[in-house]
């Protein structure tokens, strides 16, 4: 099975819906898949390896050898949970709910806000209804805790405190050495994630965003939303 029809294939499986509402997409240059919309449907943006010289790809930022089992098992492990993680986003979330709750907040933050509050449903339902995507799951998950720095080589408070809180509560640790009330704060949020039920109502949706972003809004102005 090549890329594109295991895109397929996850997206209509999990999603139940129809192919004139489903659309995959898949880019060479780009940064992060992400799921969007046409006037059809969903449409899922997801990262292919993009050739270089002689049996070399890269994908993901990082740069593989074809030659190596274990890169072509990387790359197609990370790409499967790519899909499965934007197809259950189709399936679940519905970001128009906190439109009116983001206006005027930093937008940066509230994307943030909001992925961490989508991204604990997905992460509940994929353990109790979608536990045979759990492999390339964990598998993504501890290749970007490889990939993210230390607390400390980050740039200032506000990045520490995101990426550290998307370790904490996607792989249970941090990485690195926070500060007291810092690891306080991302063990508060971390907390609240954990609470968040399979199908949370809009309103118990909208009371964590408020939680979190006022939590993570202390440690300054966020210039770039860190991602798994």
């Known amino acids: 099975m090549n890329f594109f029809d295991f895109a397929w294939s996850t997206a209509l499986q999990v999603t139940k819906k129809p192919y004139s509402e489903i659309k995959i997409l898949l880019h060479e240059d780009l940064r992060y ?29 990082l740069k593989f050898n074809l030659q190596n089992p274990t890169h072509k098992k990387i ?81 200032n408070e506000a990045s520490q405190i995101m990426a550290l809180t998307l370790l904490k509560h996607n792989l249970g640790k941090v990485k690195g050495a926070l500060k007291d009330e810092m690891l306080i704060d991302v063990e508060a949020i971390t907390s609240m994630l954990q609470k968040i039920g399979e199908k949370p109502t809009a309103d118990e949706k909208i009371d964590y965003a408020n939680k979190i972003y006022d939590a993570l809004s ?3 102005q966020i210039f770039e939303v860190p991602s798994l």
Request: net charge positive; aromatic share 14%; proline share 4%.
């Open 75 to 155: 790359i197609w492990y990370l790409f499967k949970a790519s899909a499965c993680h934007l197809s259950l986003h189709a399936l679940l979330s519905d970001f128009a709910v906190y439109s009116k709750w983001a206006r005027g907040k930093q937008l940066n933050l509230s994307t943030f806000t909001v992925s961490l509050i989508e991204d604990a449903v997905i992460n509940k339902n994929l353990k109790q209804s979608f536990s045979w995507m759990l492999p390339e799951t964990t598998y993504a998950n501890v290749i970007s805790y490889l990939r993210m720095k230390n607390a400390e080589e980050l740039p």
């Open 33 to 61: 898949p992400y799921l969007g919309r046409d006037e059809k449907g969903f449409v899922l943006h997801l990262i292919k390896p993009k050739r270089l010289n002689n049996n070399y790809v890269a994908f993901q930022g």
């Open 218 to 220: 202390i440690y300054g």
